[in-house]
């Protein structure tokens, strides 16, 4: 299935949490000067225009980075990489993961990004033309797997699929085990939903349960965007979590508990 467009969603409670942890850990990553690998298994176009019908429609952004951008401090990562992204892109431009990465790394740096919806996937290539990004029309998962272990091998893998295809709660925890097994230095990071429907469960359950060094396990809840919709939290699980991880994370809950103005 290839109906998800992440457009009506970008910049929602979800992301700022979602990004704003992305950021802290390219940031630290980056202090060291050697060269790493980024792969995404599910890039999205990279780059979203608030203003856009789509984000208008469900009003998501608007509860979202709209109301929570002023909760991080001028200094915080996360919003200095908003900053640069804007001044290149326009002041409702939001930035998703490709160009948060592409933004934060260095030139030295590898980025293996997999889109395979082509509409998406056309629009992220012009975004990262010429940056030396590799972009890819390619199952995510399929290349995450061709890709381990990537050289450098020193690298993060984001992997956030759309659970528009609900096997994916299955097939993720076999997948984690089999990437950190093929690339035990690797930084894994899984984004996921925490869903009315209690979906997400077993995969958390599972993951749990295995034997993962530096796992890390951190979720946010939130009112639903609108009534009736399913998803009220945010969740994120970490495989070799990088020093400092925690503590970034708690501090991130911290400042989205104060959601100036929602409910």
């Excluded at 990262?128 to 399929?142: I, N, P, S």
Aim: net charge neutral; hydrophobic share 40%; with cysteine.
């Amino acid at each position: 299935m290839l109906s998800y467009q992440h457009a009506y969603h970008a910049g929602n409670i979800a992301d700022v949490h979602k990004h704003a942890a992305l950021c802290c850990v390219l940031d630290y990553m980056v202090q060291k000067d050697k060269p790493l690998t980024y792969v995404e298994t599910h890039a999205g176009r990279g780059l979203y225009d608030l203003t856009a019908p789509e984000a208008e429609k469900t009003g998501e952004a608007a509860k979202g980075i709209a109301k929570l951008e002023s909760v991080f401090p001028g200094t915080h990562p996360y919003r200095q990489m908003l900053e640069k992204a804007r001044s290149r892109h326009g002041r409702t431009a939001y930035p998703g993961s490709p160009l948060i990465a592409r933004t934060m790394l260095r030139p030295k740096d590898t980025l293996h990004l997999a889109e395979l919806h082509p509409q998406e996937h056309r629009a992220l290539e012009e975004l990262l033309q010429g940056t030396g990004a590799h972009v890819y029309r390619e199952d995510g998962f399929h290349l995450a797997r061709r890709l381990t272990p990537p050289d450098p091998r020193r690298g993060l893998m984001l992997i956030d699929p759309s659970y528009e295809v609900k096997q994916d709660y299955l097939a993720l925890p076999p997948f984690l085990a089999d990437m950190h097994r093929k690339w035990n230095v690797g930084v894994l990071m899984l984004w996921y939903p925490i869903l009315t429907s209690g979906s997400h469960q077993p995969m958390i359950k599972a993951l749990e349960g295995m034997d993962f060094p530096g796992a890390l396990h951190h979720q946010v809840s939130f009112p639903p965007a609108r009534p009736g919709h399913g998803m009220v939290g945010s969740g994120l699980f970490f495989v070799n979590a990088p020093f400092g991880t925690a503590a970034e994370l708690d501090a991130i809950a911290a400042r989205l508990a104060e959601r100036p103005g929602l409910a």
